[in-house]
């Protein structure tokens, strides 16, 4: 089992930043992407940013320029680097992590933080 724990989250006023962080731990072996998503209230969960063992990394349109994912391969860690916060940005943030065993794709979630941006 794999288990993803956030941090980082909390209130903002609008134009500000966050950096969200995102724990790694148990069978990290076969991890070959980590992202972020996010849900707002009475909204499905969207993509935010991931990025691949390869070093790809993409962005959902909404959030480019503002965003950066990186990851901390030592640390087992991956970040949410996030600048010019708006409301809009208002939502819970989940860590994912998808990982390949024994040719079976599975996904793998955090708790969530909480991110509000509000004056």
């Known amino acids: 089992q794999v288990q993803l724990v956030e941090s980082g989250g909390g209130l903002v006023q609008p134009g500000g930043s966050l950096r969200l962080s995102c724990a790694v731990s148990g069978s990290v072996f076969g991890i070959f992407a980590m992202g972020w998503y996010r849900q707002a209230p009475g909204k499905g969960r969207e993509l935010v940013a991931r990025?691949?063992?390869?070093?790809?990394?993409n962005y959902a349109d909404s959030v480019k320029d503002r965003f950066t994912i990186s990851r901390d391969n030592a640390k087992n860690t991956v970040y949410l680097q996030a600048n010019s916060l708006q409301p809009e940005d208002t939502a819970v943030y989940y860590c994912?992590?998808?990982?390949?065993?024994?040719?079976?794709?599975?996904?793998?979630w955090g708790q969530g933080t909480q991110v509000t941006v509000s004056s």
């Open positions: 994912n992590a998808k990982r390949m065993y024994a040719g079976v794709v599975a996904d793998y």
């Open positions: 990025a691949t063992n390869g070093g790809t990394t």
